[in-house]
């Protein structure tokens, strides 16, 4: 396993390379070029700028997150086959960089949804939350400008102020689109990278829908590991794998999380992990990592994921905002800090017990 910290890049963050590189045990960051535009190619220029800033500063890139996936390819538009080869252009580019691992997702319109991102907890933190209730009051025109306001003067990726202007016409191009329809069009996409994810080494982790049932009534295709295992088996090739969020699978509480981890051996290529405490089915808010503080055992998700012999990048999810820290919400330096620090002893100790 390796620990890294995700970082989005000079002038996106609040936290520093120089403050990741002090968290004992982390070596890398999951990063991306924040500025890029679906559906266009990465410039190899701007890939080693970046790579070279994170190296300057003793960390390397473990993994990025995310080469986004246009709607035109999730859609299965005209101009699909364009935009794949942008995509590939871009992962040829990555992987002459010496990068081997994409972070990306395939959820319509909305890459993640809450609907707070400063609920008060009794600790006096602010965590991000949902409820499925608030959802079904608000107007999907209308979600964006209800979060604005506790975003910290940041631009939530995924939640990116042009796309969210543009989200009716979006709705307008995945109404026709159903599940089965948005996991041809997965596979068709998947099948046509393939190539040049074997020519480079580049492992593909596909990030779960979150929450993992459908909102405005969009099609979900990641939400549990039945359509995972589905998925994987119609692109068999180990390069073909997922990224193992316990957040996203975990917001549907008839997932049992170590039963999928090793359901998923050898195509867990990275690990997303953190806690959600529930207050019903369809009202959770994320937690400290801590076991305790939540409802997943955290203990057992890193035992089984050191059972099935995973060796890639992980890192600490969204974390609470404590000390009166304001950042991008979800993604603050503390509370993530102490996620690392804490996944770290949990595997130290699984480790050693198992020696």
Not at 52 to 59: F, H, M, Q, S
Not at 69 to 95: F, H, M, S
Request: charged fraction near 25%.
């Amino acid at each position: 396993m390796e620990m890294t910290f995700r970082w989005f890049g000079t002038g996106h963050d609040s936290v520093t390379l120089k403050q990741i590189r002090q968290i004992a045990g982390v070596k890398g960051v999951i990063t991306t070029l924040y500025d890029s535009v679906p559906g266009e190619a990465w410039e190899k220029d701007a890939i080693l700028k970046l790579k070279k800033e994170v190296e300057d500063a003793g960390l390397k890139i473990s993994g990025i997150e995310s080469v986004n996936v246009c709607d035109a390819i999730k859609v299965g538009a005209a101009n699909r086959d364009e935009c794949i080869d942008n995509y590939i252009k871009t992962l040829e580019r990555l992987g002459e960089a010496d990068i081997h691992m994409v972070c990306y997702n395939f959820m319509p319109v909305f890459d993640w949804t809450r609907t707070e991102l400063a609920r008060m907890r009794a600790d006096g933190s602010t965590v991000m939350a949902y409820t499925q209730d608030a959802i079904d009051r608000i107007n999907p025109d209308n979600i964006f400008e209800s979060l604005k306001e506790d975003c910290n003067g940041y631009i939530l990726p995924g939640w990116e102020p042009e796309r969210m202007a543009d989200v009716r016409r979006l709705f307008e191009m995945y109404k026709d689109i159903d599940e089965e329809k948005l996991f041809n069009n997965l596979v068709y996409f998947l099948k046509a990278i393939m190539p040049v994810c074997d020519k480079y080494d580049i492992n593909m982790a596909i990030h779960p829908d979150d929450p993992a049932w459908s909102v405005y009534g969009l099609s979900r295709i990641i939400t549990s590991k039945d359509k995972i295992l589905k998925m994987l088996k119609a692109v068999d090739n180990p390069h073909n794998g997922v990224t193992f969020c316990t957040g996203s699978y975990g917001t549907n509480r008839e997932n049992d999380l170590v039963d999928s981890i090793h359901a998923m051996k050898g195509r867990i290529h990275f690990a997303h992990v953190r806690n959600l405490k529930f207050h019903s089915d369809t009202n959770f808010e994320e937690s400290a990592h801590l076991s305790e503080d939540g409802d997943f055992d955290m203990y057992a998700i890193m035992k089984a994921l050191y059972d099935i012999g995973f060796d890639g990048p992980l890192r600490p999810d969204h974390g609470r905002m404590i000390w009166d820290e304001v950042a991008m919400p979800g993604y603050g330096l503390y509370d993530r800090a102490l996620g690392a620090s804490y996944l770290n002893g949990l595997w130290e100790a699984i480790v050693k017990s198992n020696q």
